[in-house]
């Protein structure tokens, strides 16, 4: 029974930061071809509502998954969420900053 409940919260997390990247990343992909609009015919800047939310998927995965072994023994669904809420503003930066490298 224990066993079933930590892969729960683990699955729970997951899912928990999957839902919360790819809608940051959505909200990003929004702003950064709001930015990055041309009138060029070939441009294709709406290709972005496709990669930075997938990006941002695989991120909240990872993040969920990480998140979920460190708080394992509380089961805080709410404390998961928190710490996922909080590393956004840091994700976003290291999002740009891959960038410019």
Request: charged share 10%; proline share 2%; with cysteine.
């Amino acid at each position: 029974m224990e066993t079933r409940k930590k892969i729960f919260f683990v699955i729970q997390s997951i899912g928990i930061g999957f839902g919360i990247y790819t809608i940051t990343g959505v909200l990003l992909a929004s702003i950064l071809v709001y930015i990055l609009r041309s009138d060029h015919a070939h441009s294709m800047e709406e290709i972005l509502y496709v990669f930075v939310p997938l990006i941002g998927a695989i991120a909240g995965i990872l993040l969920g998954f990480v998140v979920s072994i460190m708080n394992i023994n509380t089961y805080s669904v709410r404390r998961v969420t928190k710490q996922l809420l909080i590393a956004i503003p840091f994700c976003i930066v290291l999002f740009f900053w891959t960038q410019i490298l």
